[in-house]
């Protein structure tokens, strides 16, 4: 729960620098614009120049706010699960081609919690190796 908070924070300062969010300056008179701030918006951006501290969990954070809205979009019927059907009508092509092991609870439908705890699964897996 707390990498969540620090993430999100982390991505509120991140889309606060990339607006040109103001700082006072050392008087505290005129504004100056942040400096040397590092830029999220590009995703291709080479990850030599991504701030290490914050840079792997807010890509992740906003990779997983990126499958949410095309979780959401897939969702026709708007009962916040997929089926198979709507997965593989939306392009969903990992949903489908995983919808047995994404669906541990054998419902014949996933949660986009259902989805996280997969790809959670896999990473400690792919680590663990």
């Not at 504004?31 to 840079?55: E, F, H, I, T």
């Amino acid at each position: 729960m707390k990498l969540l908070q620090s993430a999100v924070l982390t991505a509120a300062a991140a889309v606060m620098l990339q607006a040109g969010a103001q700082t006072p300056g050392a008087d505290g008179a005129a504004p100056v614009l942040a400096r040397n701030a590092p830029s999220y918006a590009d995703p291709y951006q080479r990850p030599a120049l991504r701030d290490a501290a914050s840079g792997p969990i807010l890509l992740r954070y906003q990779s997983m706010q990126k499958l949410k809205k095309r979780f959401d979009a897939a969702d026709l019927d708007g009962n916040g699960v997929l089926s198979r059907d709507e997965a593989r009508a939306a392009g969903l092509g990992f949903i489908d081609k995983n919808f047995d092991h994404i669906d541990t609870a054998q419902r014949g439908s996933v949660s986009f919690d259902d989805l996280k705890t997969y790809l959670i699964q896999r990473r400690e897996e792919a680590r663990s190796r």
